[in-house]
């Protein structure tokens, strides 16, 4: 039983120093207000919604009160000891703080020159818009009731066993399905795995009609992402050379298309198409080139010195002394977009052109990570020397890694460039280097789908978060670190990815990447 | 001929000759073997010969060709190919995928052929799988070519490293401690296998052993070095009675 109260306690204090730092961030009135508007609520201060925040202290007391109740459900008393201390805890830390800072509000103290969040409307906002005593009551109110039903609710669950008997549910489902003829069918005939991709292709190619047109260009963004993860994928993922200058090709990509196809500051305004591939070719030129000097090192001085390189082409492009034929911080205006047989590309329609480029990109990954090249670059992360000792010619397989990264990259770099109609240094900071190899880790190093799943979280996920106005980076920033911890390998990894960081778990490659299978 | 050949190979670190003035001379189609001490120089050799290590002094022939200056890739396509002391598979790859590793130098194809999957590109894999499968079988392995390689237990992570270097179709294999952490029972049926390579595909063979009695078995001929240096050479009968050779083993007195 003291134990029990003990845990109650601590946990107890824990929420309730957490939801403390949400007021004070000012967190609670956004998220009161997305939930008042989920509900319908009326939004009856300018600073939030309290019948929201009212939801919001409900719905993390009953969190709370479930989670301390965790320890024992054995039964409903020691559930009702841990949902009371804990609830009473958070009650007595929240309504506290916000009796303190009611107080002193009514004492007219200027708080906003310590805590910018606590404004007299934000007082009034955690208030409830009530008196002082109503507002305190009623929130120390929810917090012990919720808590105390939260542990109950979750004793109540267990006690019919209802999760088990869900759980089960859930499983036979699965293998019902896994049973099923149209599973077997799937299995047995290959054709029908082409029918899936059929299908896959026909939703990516219906959706951006239903897209707006702030979303089709997020989508843009976000599609280009997909074409620079797929080339840092072969740097990094496949290869295992830590390229932290990855924007460097990027930035070639779009100043060749730019400078190409702009009127100024080089009056050349060749077409589209024939700059596209230019510019693919531009950027596999410097990757090797940069890769001659570069790829003799390993690991660490690697990442330094291609970090070193992708500052050196920002500056230049920034510089005044380049400035009369790169167009300096000014960047490059008028970019021509393309057309074909006099119809413009845009809106939706560049985002097709994204689209086809990325389902390209993903064929060409494909056959080269299935092929000796592939094999090549995944025994030089391996083991480089054993590599070496195979017949690996490791240093014309790293510049090949480099050079197709490079390429791809410059292929985004160029439809960004295109797309925007203009490119400037700003494009092309570290920031889009750090978020491309972000979006690898995120989404699983050394899979093609965990590029796309990663691209989407990345640059699709704070788009969708908008929603929390300033905060979606530092919930965005959360939400990574919670990844990584939960699940280190990425959300969609490459098998042999998920096996090296879950030791015993799994040491066989799935059926469908069978390579035995494939024999004969 | 032989096939393989050092001339007065030195290598230094620092001021210690780790390999010191060796010569020998592999005869094509033989098991020769080479034994020492711990710290004998023994695995430094071979890392001279497959280029991972240049050489200081001396000269390397392979088949009447210097082998100086090589890259190991070089050395490794013109058909010399070796194994670990301590296994180096490639961990996250499979069983099968590693001795497509291994397979590298035979396959044909270029850079252009896997990036646009070349029909020509597309039957050589096709020949390679079947190849690689053969030889997994070969080994001892069959069905296990989905396994990743270090979920493998040790004896069949030491055959696969085998089936690997097999794959590059070698003239002659350097297999460095073979049977390290077997019992009597698995060395004799490694040591089986070894010698099968050489009746049945023709493949020279160069052994590295620590312990002599494995050795003896099916060695024609053998080299001792002891602190990099060649202090004994001759058959398998020879060395067993060779003084020097026993006091390098056992320690002075023991002789």
């Keep these: 039983m003291k134990d029990l109260i003990k845990q109650g306690l601590r946990l107890g204090s824990i929420f309730g120093v957490v939801i403390i730092f949400l007021i004070l961030f000012g967190l609670t009135s956004t998220l009161s207000d997305i939930l008042g508007e989920f509900v319908n609520l009326e939004s009856r201060t300018r600073t939030g919604n309290p019948g929201g925040l009212m939801i919001l202290f409900a719905l993390l007391s009953l969190w709370a009160g479930s989670s301390a109740s965790a320890s024992d459900r054995s039964n409903w008393k020691s559930a009702l000891v841990s949902g009371v201390s804990v609830s009473l805890i958070i009650g007595l830390f929240v309504a506290a703080f916000i009796l303190l800072v009611g107080f002193l509000d009514s004492a007219d103290v200027e708080m906003r020159d310590y805590l910018a969040q606590l404004d007299h409307l934000s007082v009034q906002f955690l208030l409830y818009g009530r008196s002082l005593i109503a507002g305190v009551l009623i929130t120390f109110g929810i917090f012990l009731i919720f808590g105390i039903l939260g542990a109950l609710l979750a004793y109540w669950y267990e006690a019919k066993q209802a999760g088990e008997v869900i759980q089960k549910q859930v499983l036979v489902l699965k293998e019902k399905a896994l049973d099923s003829k149209l599973a077997k069918q799937y299995k047995e005939n290959p054709r029908s795995k082409w029918i899936g991709y059929g299908l896959l292709g026909l939703v990516v190619f219906i959706t951006p009609q239903f897209l707006g047109k702030y979303w089709n260009y997020a989508m843009g963004t976000v599609g280009i992402y997909v074409l620079m993860g797929l080339g840092l994928n072969i740097v990094v993922g496949l290869a295992g050379l830590l390229d932290l200058g990855y924007v460097a090709f990027f930035a070639i990509g779009a100043y060749t298309a730019g400078l190409l196809t702009a009127p100024a500051p080089l009056p050349l305004q060749i077409g589209f198409w024939p700059v596209l591939i230019f510019s693919i070719v531009m950027a596999a030129f410097a990757g090797i080139l940069l890769g001659i000097p570069v790829l003799r090192m390993r690991g660490d001085y690697l990442a330094i010195v291609t970090l070193g390189f992708g500052e050196i082409i920002r500056v230049l492009i920034r510089s005044d002394m380049l400035a009369p034929y790169v167009g300096g911080p000014q960047g490059i205006r008028d970019i021509a977009g393309p057309s074909l047989f006099g119809i413009a590309f845009s809106g939706k329609a560049y985002l097709y052109l994204i689209i086809i480029a990325i389902l390209l990109i993903i064929l060409f990954t494909n056959y080269l990570q299935n092929s000796k090249v592939g094999r090549a670059w995944m025994a030089m992360r391996e083991d480089e020397t054993v590599a070496q000792a195979m017949g690996i010619n490791t240093l014309y397989y790293k510049l090949m890694a480099f050079a197709t990264g490079a390429a791809f990259a410059g292929l985004g770099g160029a439809l960004f460039a295109a797309r925007n109609q203009y490119t400037g240094p700003a494009d092309h900071t570290l920031m889009v280097s750090i978020n491309v190899l972000s979006l690898l880790i995120v989404g699983g190093m050394g899979s093609i789908p965990g590029v796309i799943v990663g691209a989407f979280v990345l640059k699709g996920l704070p788009e969708i978060l908008r929603e929390l106005d300033l905060y979606r980076l530092l919930v965005f920033g959360g939400l990574l670190v919670f990844m990584m911890i939960i699940r280190p390998e990425g959300i969609w990894p490459a098998p042999r990815r998920r096996m090296e960081l879950h030791e015993g778990e799994l040491d066989v490659l799935p059926p469908e990447e069978s390579l035995v299978g494939k024999e004969g | ?255």
């Design chain 2, 1 to 255: 001929m032989s096939i393989l050949e050092t001339r007065n190979v030195t290598k230094r670190f620092g001021g210690l000759s780790a390999v010191d003035n060796v010569t020998l001379q592999i005869p094509e189609g033989s098991i020769y073997s080479i034994i020492g001490p711990n710290g004998a120089g023994k695995t430094t050799l071979y890392n001279c010969i497959t280029g991972f290590y240049p050489a200081d002094e001396g000269d390397m022939l392979f088949n009447g060709k210097s082998l100086m200056g090589l890259s190991p890739d070089r050395i490794t396509r013109l058909g010399i190919s070796r194994t670990y002391q301590n296994i180096r598979l490639f961990p996250a790859m499979t069983a099968l995928e590693n001795i497509l590793v291994g397979a590298h130098p035979q396959l044909k194809s270029n850079y252009v052929d896997a990036f646009l999957h070349t029909p020509r590109q597309r039957a050589e894999e096709k020949k390679a799988l079947e190849d690689a499968q053969d030889l997994l079988n070969f080994v001892g392995l069959k069905g296990k070519g989905d396994l990743f390689a270090r979920g493998l237990p040790y004896g069949e992570q030491r055959r696969l490293e085998m089936a690997r270097a097999l794959a590059n179709k070698p003239k002659i294999i350097l297999l460095d401690e073979p049977t390290a952490g077997m019992n009597p029972n698995e060395s004799v049926t490694m040591m089986r296998f070894i010698q099968s390579l050489r009746d049945e595909l023709g493949i020279t063979i160069l052994l590295i052993e620590h312990d002599m009695k494995v050795e003896m078995g099916i060695s024609e001929f053998i080299y001792v070095l002891d602190f990099g240096q060649l202090i004994a050479k001759g058959t398998p009968g020879e060395i067993q009675k060779n003084p020097q050779v026993i006091e390098s083993y056992l320690g002075r007195g023991a002789a």
